[in-house]
């Protein structure tokens, strides 16, 4: 009985030894592919992680669904409202011919584009989705370039893991992997529906970020940011980074 | 794992075994009384295996959670439409008439309630992956031991007319179960659990995806036979309805078969050896 109860213990504890380095060497090599989510931790660290890698590994060549023109929706919902300070005013008023926007952090050259600079691009125009974590949803046209373009033209150095982009409304940001930032459905949009993007909508400038939730699709858009690490997003959100779903 | 014979006590040994002494012939792996518990052996029979007792109970868990989760989502919208897109400005299918989370809605009331979709969100999907892995090892257990055809696939005679509007109107009148039912399932038992675990789960997984952006792009003609997001999200919710209904008819019938024995057959994996009523 005392050796049987030995093996077992040696067993049991190799058996866990084995689990628990397996466990270990997984996580490492999620990390090492883009596989861990920065919301990998608290009680809700296992979903967060669990979806953040089917989605990345699944969906690594994908693209948001696209529409036919008469899909698009007669009455796209503008939700929230614009900033009212003066400085989004003035440039509103201006027809927002001085709206501009910097790139910075993990790139060769450092820039600061006009809505005339990111228009000599290559534009592209897709009908998607954009679908509120709420609940409702528009179909719209949206034309703009893609961010991939505007930061390989930056430079992109061989660190960078992310892109925070601002909005002009204070402590308001967003960020995205590279894989969804070099993704070519990410625009830098500032048309909707063939006209400019309303303000209602983000304008004059919004990232769409079509294959996630509408959160994701930060409006008013100023400052784009290339970096290795999230620490500037503020702590305590509960809702999940990535929002594929 | 004892596979089937696990399931299948002979009753009347296990009837027999209450009695008397005749407790040896039975010591055989069907119910394998454990010779330190005789008295317990001779009180009680088999009834479900660890896997079904462990997977029941987190499955249990994580659906309060979902439903839990998934009401205080939709209070933030609980407007539903059919099709692809669907908004407030948009003609709704219907509405439930409840207050919402938002303000930007019309629902009739003057009061908003807080919003709670952060953490509602990320126990949501965190419960539908626990959810859906207890579910696969369920149905693969299932499936290799031969729990499904044995125990929830009705027989032909059951399925007759006959049959299943004796036990129908037995159900309607509120009788409580025969003493066979004590170790098996009636006919109505196994098409309503065939349905939940093989229709109305596949199809709230399925819906569910089907309102991801990201797994639609993975696969979008296996997400849009539903007609679109917003046709998943109604029938998600109606999916919903169905489930809600089955664990309080569910719960209802425990009741009535007798609480504290089903409960403990659920939880310990035996139940009391009732004697056959004559």
């Known amino acids: ?245 | 794992m004892q596979g089937e014979s696990y399931y299948s006590p002979n009753p009347a040994a296990a009837t027999s075994a209450t009695g008397n002494d005749t407790i040896h012939s039975m010591a055989d792996s069907a119910v394998h009384p454990s010779l330190s518990s005789v008295v317990q052996a001779a009180a009680t029979t088999p009834r479900h295996s660890a896997v079904v007792r462990v997977t029941h109970w987190l499955t249990a868990l994580c659906f309060l959670a979902l439903l839990v989760s998934g009401i205080e989502i939709v209070i933030s919208h609980p407007r539903f439409y059919w099709g692809e897109a669907g908004n407030v400005l948009t003609p709704s299918l219907f509405n439930l008439p409840i207050p919402a989370s938002r303000a930007s809605l019309p629902t009739g009331y003057s009061f908003v309630l807080p919003d709670q979709n952060g953490w509602s969100r990320s126990l949501h999907f965190e419960a539908a992956w626990i959810a859906v892995l207890t579910g696969l090892l369920y149905v693969a257990w299932g499936l290799l031991t031969g729990h499904f055809r044995n125990q929830l696939f009705p027989s032909g005679s059951d399925l007759r007319w006959v049959s299943l509007s004796r036990i129908l109107a037995g159900h309607l009148r509120l009788k409580p179960p025969g003493a066979e039912e004590a170790w098996s399932y009636n006919v109505l038992q196994r098409l309503t659990y065939l349905c939940v675990i093989f229709v109305l789960f596949p199809l709230m997984i399925w819906t569910g995806l089907a309102m991801s952006p990201a797994v639609v792009s993975a696969f979008p003609g296996a997400m849009t036979v539903f007609g679109g997001q917003q046709s998943a999200r109604t029938l998600h919710f109606f999916d919903t309805a169905l489930l809600a209904l089955f664990l309080i008819v569910h719960i209802g019938m425990v009741c009535l078969a007798g609480f504290r024995n089903r409960m403990r057959a659920m939880i310990t994996g035996r139940a009391e050896a009732q004697k056959e009523h004559s």
């Open chain 1, 1 to 245: 009985m005392n050796t049987l109860s030995r093996r077992k213990l040696i067993t049991a504890g190799l058996a866990a030894t084995a689990g628990v380095s397996g466990l270990a060497v997984a996580a490492r090599m999620a990390d090492r592919h883009g596989l861990i989510p920065p919301d990998c931790g608290g009680i809700y660290g296992l979903g967060h992680t669990l979806t953040y890698a089917s989605h990345r590994i699944l969906t690594a060549n994908s693209l948001a669904r696209e529409f036919p023109r008469s899909e698009i929706s007669k009455t796209p919902y503008a939700n929230g409202k614009p900033p009212k300070d003066a400085e989004f005013k003035h440039l509103e008023a201006g027809g927002f011919a001085d709206w501009r926007i910097a790139i910075e952090g993990l790139v060769a050259r450092p820039a600061s584009l006009s809505l005339a600079d990111l228009k000599a691009h290559s534009s592209r125009s897709q009908i998607t989705q954009l679908a509120c974590e709420e609940g409702w949803s528009f179909i719209a046209e949206w034309t703009g370039v893609p961010l991939a373009e505007v930061l390989n033209a930056a430079g992109i150095l061989p660190q960078a893991r992310y892109v925070l982009y601002y909005s002009i409304q204070r402590n308001w940001l967003g960020s995205v992997d590279m894989a969804d930032a070099m993704h070519p459905q990410t625009l830098l949009t500032y048309g909707m529906n063939g006209g400019e993007l309303p303000v209602g909508h983000g304008g004059p400038l919004r990232l769409r970020v079509p294959r996630q939730l509408g959160y994701k699709s930060v409006k008013f858009i100023n400052r784009l940011k290339v970096t290795d690490n999230l620490d500037e997003l503020p702590k305590g959100k509960s809702y999940s980074w990535y929002a594929g779903i």
